[in-house]
């Protein structure tokens, strides 16, 4: 099993930055894909960056240009830099991990931390 703990959510302004952090734990060698999704209220939950083992990234198309993901595989990290946050970017963010344990792919997700961004 992988347990994860984000952190770094809050309150900022439109065009301020935040940093999100996310810590995985337990089985952390079977771990392939790291990102982070987000659920705005009303709104199905999204993928809003992924970062695989390779170190190939991905981003949804409303973020490029002012989110960074980064992972640290030393220390089980995936990272989430957000500039130049706009209102719309108010969610609560998920981290999200995925690999594959004694041959069967698994996908967890953490508890979510809130963003908010004021006009």
């Known amino acids: 099993q992988v347990q994860l703990v984000e952190s770094g959510g809050g309150l900022v302004q439109a065009g301020g930055s935040l940093r999100l952090s996310c810590l995985a734990s337990g089985s952390t060698s079977s771990i392939d894909a790291m990102g982070w999704g987000r659920q705005a209220p009303g709104k199905q939950r999204e993928v809003v960056a992924s970062?695989?083992?390779?170190?190939?990234?991905t981003y949804t198309d409303s973020v490029k240009g002012r989110f960074t993901i980064s992972r640290d595989n030393a220390k089980n990290t995936v990272y989430l830099q957000m500039n130049s946050l706009k209102p719309e970017d108010t969610a609560v963010y998920y981290c999200?991990?995925?690999?594959?344990?004694?041959?069967?792919?698994?996908?967890?997700w953490g508890q979510g931390t809130q963003v908010t961004v004021s006009s």
């Open positions: 999200n991990v995925a690999g594959r344990r004694y041959g069967v792919r698994y996908s967890v």
């Open positions: 970062v695989s083992s390779g170190g190939s990234i």
